[in-house]
């Protein structure tokens, strides 16, 4: 089987949040062929116009990992029925500059955990809003809305046995997903993104 | 009339950044009796939870200074359709910890600038469904969704008169919206917020 390497994307940046436990039994239950990378996100500046064309090492270093990768795992948390700011302002940076977008074309997925029936239903579906508009391919199904109460135990272990059958069906239907639309040597066609056509463009202010 | 302390979030961050310009122009055209005051935003941590119980100096500030405010204007560029991190980040430290959400009931509205025809409709309606979440009290109508190319001088000025007219009506309706929903000292009504019920919260991880 082909080799992949993967790029998880962890929005919550505490060192007890379900989502970064989240993101251990992922990682933890990852086939054989699949190299796990993650990004300590909470280490970008904010996001300015006035840093994009002399970006310091931590942009640097995050978009070679972006370039490295051949799809990406978003494992978001909800903040206030939306992603949180560090995510997103990740997501920004790898945007950019104009015309370099490095999610162009990327094979993605989208969990997220959280203490709620809602499951972070809110912060996934405006990060795949976002993830649209930047041309990624984002696999529709299975979703993954992730209650998250009582779910792990003291080692950050899966409780329930259903949860982690799920976790490994998640994890075959990705590498499908990957199979069917992912293709590394793609060149990015230009002039189809952004559609608007300013160099100095919308969302740079 | 009565004197207001309107708080300006503005999610723009570089010195050029049109929607500071934005902030700017808002600021000089503002009503005799409202005092306009704003935060730089890009000074706040990344939202952890680890940080929220002992704050560093510029949350406690920027939480006094929502305290303080009698309504809230958020200026929004727009970034692949959503908004920036770093106003994200603002709003959900405004919001924390679980059962202190400042934003509560405060009369606000929203406003954006970009370069292009979607005028930050995108950024806008993502930020909404959030400040609807914190029950915060957004102006409806009138919208202000500003395709900016080539709208200011040199000194930042507005060039065209209809949008200066249109910054003044949109004082007016906001002014008027204060007066009609405006309530500082209306207390946050217990079991109201969030409706989900642990302390430990969702948007927490």
Known sequence: MEKLNILCIVGGIAQN?????????????????????????????????ELEHDPPDSIIRFKDMI?????????????????????????????????????DKKP???????????????????????????NMSVMGQPEFYFNATNAFNDRGRLINEKTEEFVKNYWNAFLHWIERVGDKKAPMIEGTFPTTDQEDSPYAH
Chains 1, 2 share one sequence.
């Not at 992922?26 to 993650?38: L, S």
């Not at 993605?108 to 508009?133: E, I």
């Open 108 to 134: 993605a997925a989208v969990m997220g955990a959280t203490v709620g029936t809602v499951g972070t239903f809110g912060a996934q579906h405006h990060l795949r809003q976002v993830l649209a508009y930047l």
């Open 17 to 49: 949040s379900l989502n970064r436990k989240l993101f251990h039994v992922v990682e933890e239950m990852a086939p054989e062929n699949v190299t796990i990378r993650t990004f300590a996100i909470n280490k970008l500046p904010f996001f300015s116009q």
């Open 67 to 103: 370039r490295d990768s051949d799809a990406v795992l978003f494992i978001t948390p909800e903040y206030n029925r939306s992603f949180p700011g560090v995510l997103k302002n990740s997501v920004d940076w790898g945007s950019r500059p104009y015309g370099q977008n490095l999610w």
